[in-house]
């Protein structure tokens, strides 16, 4: 795939940049509420220092808007992972300028260094070229482990490869690029796409490009309102993007002959989205006006799970219905179950449905969680990922 990863670079001595996906959930007293995405960044780093590398990370928290804002600082990061770790890890004042120059010539092999936000500057977004030769002015070798970034041409993304001889991959990073082109480029049959969530309009891409691939596609959640709106049922309240119904239409059509596109049968209906309110099990032709459908019924799931059981290769995105309430879970946590079972090659993408899969207990059981939901999202779409483009380069 033209990709140097981390282990085939010359990293002796040299000052490693390394692009991580450090943004993960604080709470109120900024404390981390989950550190999954610096735990899945330690195999990368463990290596560099290993091989006696000068750690160099560098990462965006949040959205601090091109300015300087204590509330979005990388402090709580660098406290984390130094316990992680099990050694010192050093916050840079700053992602450029003199004063980390200086820290950065400090430093001793297999030392670690975290830089400040690179968003405090809005150059990092505007991908700008002087500040990119700033961020490549700090090191020997680039290496990107931030899938999650990948599908965005920033400067610490893109900009500053142009900049650098030797890029390479993470671990992390290079497990999701050939995990996602298995099903990509020679995926086995049957392929069964699952889409779920809130809406159609996010996933119109990768619908289309999916229609070329898969043997079936199965529409969940709130998104398959619109469909089953652009068939002529009356779906009460339920959710929908009337500005989506032509384009659905035409998606139906264009299924016919080439895959199966499967929509809901029967559903979870309840007068409003409440767990207290009155719910029942309706079918397509019965949904009541006024009330809302917020989970797939066991019909539906009776016939996703047939498609799934006999899937060889699976491509989960999006959840089945309102999981995040119990009396609308059911659908959504059966079909992370069914994926788990199932004794296909399983990828799932997007932070809900890899809350569902954790929360049903079958992680282990999938072939591939996805760390980065929109990137996996685009690259399913057949989109170019820049920040995996921009390390196709000899190192
Ligand atoms: P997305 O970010 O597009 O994957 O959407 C995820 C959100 O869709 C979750 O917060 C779900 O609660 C929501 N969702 C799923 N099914 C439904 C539904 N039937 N009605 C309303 N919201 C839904």
């Given at each position: 795939m033209g990709i140097l990863r981390v282990d085939q670079a010359e990293l002796k001595g040299k000052r490693v940049f390394v692009r991580v996906d450090f943004n993960v959930p604080l709470d109120e007293k900024k404390?981390?509420?989950?550190?999954t995405r610096i735990i899945s960044s330690l195999p990368t780093i463990r290596f560099i220092c290993g091989a006696g590398g000068k750690v160099i990370l560098a990462s965006h928290l949040g959205r601090p808007k091109g300015k300087r804002d204590p509330k979005f600082s990388l402090a709580p990061i660098a406290e984390r992972l130094s316990k992680l770790l099990g050694k010192g890890v050093s916050l840079a004042p700053d992602c450029v300028g003199e004063e980390v120059r200086g820290q950065i010539e400090r430093m001793k092999e297999g030392e670690v260094l975290l830089l400040e936000?690179?968003?405090?500057?809005?150059e990092e977004e505007k991908n700008e070229e002087t500040f990119s030769k700033d961020l490549a002015s700090l090191c020997d070798v680039y290496v990107n482990d931030a899938f999650g970034a990948a599908h965005r041409a920033h400067a610490s993304t893109e900009g500053m490869t142009r900049y650098i001889q030797t890029v390479a991959s993470g671990f992390l990073m290079m497990r999701e690029i050939e995990s996602l082109e298995k099903a990509l480029v020679n995926p086995q049959k049957p392929y069964v796409a699952i889409l779920g969530g809130a809406k159609v309009s996010d996933k119109i891409g990768v619908i289309r490009n999916l229609q070329n691939k898969v043997d079936t596609l199965l529409i969940g959640g709130g998104m398959a309102y619109t469909f089953l709106k652009a068939k002529?049922?009356?779906?009460?309240?339920?959710?929908?993007e009337e500005d989506q119904i032509g384009l659905s239409l035409r998606l139906i059509e264009g299924a016919k002959g080439k895959i199966k596109l499967i929509l809901p049968s029967d559903h979870i209906a309840a007068e409003r989205m409440d767990v207290q309110a009155r719910r029942e099990i309706v079918t397509n032709e019965k949904i009541p006006s006024g009330w809302v459908c917020l989970d797939i019924g066991p019909e539906t799931v009776k016939i996703f799970l047939e498609e799934i059981l006999s899937a060889r290769t699976i491509f989960w995105n999006g959840?089945?219905?309102?999981?995040?309430m119990e009396p609308f879970s059911q659908g959504t946590f059966a079909i992370a179950r069914a994926v788990a079972d199932s004794q296909a090659f399983s990828i799932v993408g997007g932070g809900d449905s890899v809350a569902a899969v954790n929360q049903a207990g079958v992680a282990d059981k999938i072939g591939h969680i996805s760390t980065g939901g929109g990137a996996s999202l685009e690259l399913i779409e057949g989109k170019k990922l820049p920040g995996i483009e921009a390390l196709r380069k000899d190192g």
């Open positions: 404390e981390i509420t989950d550190d936000n690179l968003r405090f500057h809005q002529g049922f009356s779906i009460g309240k339920s959710l929908v959840p089945m219905g309102v999981f995040e």
